[in-house]
């Protein structure tokens, strides 16, 4: 019986809203692929994302005319070949993991080859932009997770943060800008953040501005993330970034991800594994590139009003690894 790839959409409630320097959003909006074969069904989520020129019916589209492939027999191993990084692959390439483990019986971290089962790992928690006052209070009410994740804009980021060190004096913070800085503003602002404590800031320049960051001391290390894509680019990086965010939707999938992983760190780069706001589903095969990083950023799931059944286990910080019925 030849396989089948089906494609759909959900749609899944952030409790509030989710504001970052480019704007805000209420829901998580996912596309689902699931690759049958048999009674066996692997599953992949992706969030299309519109910096990067993708849109959900764009990648619907793209899933859909791959989809006669998947039946004529194309596999994990020739889908880098066949489609571009992205959100769209992504989706497709971990349903093929998925399908693998439950057809071989080979759990996924097996698979691909991680010396021993993946474990727990501490998460980052994302306060989404807002005035220095409300992300105090965010941060008070968050005051057990002992990594906060700050999302910035530009003006008024120094206020922001000052306000939510004096809530969460222990907490270890993350700045992230978005793109939102210009050089002047990092170099004015990355002083008094090294002060409060902030230990990494995260994309502070736009994407293509970033040659500016070419041999500029910082006092606190920066992290590459509209900037870094796949292993292909990595070079540019160095002497810019000292981390490099790695997430699945731009990767192109769990494949990509491992890959750029092994060239970061043999590149020098720290890792940070990342993702965007999105169910369980998208954070399982995620959890594989994040043992051993230098920081973990897969809260998605703790931003929704309500996540797939069964999802991931969070305790408070704590997320462990997907079990067999989510996902590889």
Not at 2 to 29: N, W
Not at 54 to 63: H, N, P, Q, S
Not at 226 to 241: M, N, P, T
Not at 286 to 293: K, R
């Amino acid at each position: 019986m030849p396989r089948s790839l089906t494609i759909r959409r959900d749609s899944f409630p952030i409790r509030g809203s989710f504001r970052i320097s480019r704007g805000a959003k209420t829901a998580a909006e996912v596309v689902v692929a699931e690759i049958r074969d048999g009674a066996v069904l692997g599953r992949g989520e992706c969030v299309p994302y519109g910096r990067y020129g993708e849109t959900l019916d764009g990648v619907v589209a793209a899933l859909e005319a791959i989809a006669p492939a998947v039946a004529a027999g194309l596999g994990r191993e020739e889908l880098e070949r066949a489609m571009p990084a992205g959100a769209a692959r992504n989706a497709l390439d971990c349903a093929f993991w998925d399908l693998e483990a439950k057809l071989s019986g080979i759990p996924a971290w097996r698979l691909a080859g991680l010396g021993a089962a993946p474990g727990p790992v501490i998460t980052a928690y994302t306060l989404s932009l807002d005035t220095p006052e409300a992300m105090a209070r965010a941060a008070r009410a968050a005051a057990e997770r002992p990594l906060l994740k700050l999302k910035l804009t530009g003006d008024g980021d120094l206020e922001r943060v000052r306000a939510v060190r004096r809530a969460v004096p222990a907490a270890r913070l993350i700045a992230d800008a978005n793109e939102g800085w210009s050089l002047d503003q990092l170099r004015r602002f990355a002083p008094e953040m090294a002060d409060l404590g902030v230990e990494l800031i995260e994309q502070p320049l736009p994407a293509g501005a970033d040659g500016a960051l070419a041999g500029f001391a910082c006092p606190v290390p920066l992290g590459a993330d509209e900037s870094c894509h796949g292993r292909e680019g990595l070079e540019a990086l160095k002497g810019r970034y000292q981390v490099l965010n790695i997430k699945l939707d731009k990767t192109g999938g769990l494949t990509g991800a491992l890959a750029l992983k092994r060239a970061a760190e043999a590149a020098g780069f720290g890792v940070m594994v990342g993702c965007m706001v999105a169910t369980s589903l998208a954070m399982a095969p995620a959890m594989l590139v994040a043992q051993g990083a230098r920081l973990v950023d897969l809260d998605g799931p703790l931003l929704l009003a309500v996540d797939r059944e069964p999802g991931l286990r969070y305790e408070g910080a704590v997320v462990h690894p997907p079990e067999p019925p989510l996902w590889g």
